[in-house]
């Protein structure tokens, strides 16, 4: 069975550091890759998206970038945070091709202070 | 692009009520609808989904119901409980696009 992992679960960063979201995925191969946010507890913004290695689609330009290593590894980074970039931070993914249910890792809560 | 728009923003029930959450989308192209319960503090989980060549369907005491004509689709929970206290998101996507979701309904049932 597929399963995915994010971390860290929850951090805090002050303003004008860095910042590096890990995700994982196992148990299958070549799956679309994502990255939404939640601010206030509502809402879904997706921030990238990812059909294949190296491959990255930005949704909202932003201080955000997103890279994509390995087949199965989503990293979502900022050399300087704002404040504006705390959130819930939510990596997903479908199976090759994009269509169906997406499946959702943990969550990552970013407070920057 | 494709947009969704989701009513009510909040919506109170009393346990053993039913609710009833409406969305419409603009891209009538869309064939995929699925619906996802995000509990406080945890990931979205997909509740119910329904493409569009079907009209509705139901799993125990949640249905969505689908209007292709009007572009809109609906989730129905019966018989709510404490536990179905979340927030409904529901979503639309066609082909292989990726999915556009509504702001999310915050549904309290009440004991």
């Known amino acids: 069975s597929q399963t995915i992992h994010q971390w860290p679960a929850t951090l805090v960063q002050p303003v004008g550091s860095p910042l590096s979201l890990e995700c994982t995925v196992e148990g299958t191969s070549n799956p679309n890759l994502y990255w939404y946010r939640q601010a206030a507890g509502r809402g879904l913004q997706l921030l990238f998206y990812s059909v294949g290695i190296g491959q990255i689609s930005s949704e909202v330009p932003q201080n955000l970038s997103a890279s994509r290593p390995q087949d199965r590894q989503f990293i979502l980074s900022s050399k300087k945070l704002l404040l504006s970039d705390s959130g819930f931070y939510l990596c997903?993914?479908?199976f090759g091709g994009g269509e169906g249910e997406l499946f959702f890792g943990e969550g990552s809560r970013l407070t920057v202070l | 692009g494709e947009n969704v728009e989701q009513h009510p923003s909040t919506l109170s029930v009393q346990e053993g009520d039913s609710a009833v959450i409406k969305c419409t989308y603009s891209?009538?192209?869309?064939?995929?609808f699925p619906w996802y319960k995000q509990e406080l503090g945890k990931r979205p989980q997909l509740i119910i989904d329904?493409?569009?060549?079907?009209g509705e369907k139901k799993d125990q005491r949640i249905a969505v119901t689908l209007n292709k004509t009007a572009k809109h689709f609906s989730l129905h929970i019966t018989e709510t409980q404490p536990e179905d206290s979340a927030v409904y998101f529901c979503?639309?996507?066609?082909?292989?696009?990726?999915?556009?979701f509504g702001k999310g309904t915050m549904l309290l049932v009440s004991p």
């Open positions: 329904i493409r569009s060549n079907v």
């Open positions: 997903a993914w479908t």
């Open positions: 891209d009538s192209a869309s064939n995929y």
């Open positions: 979503a639309a996507s066609k082909g292989y696009s990726t999915l556009t």
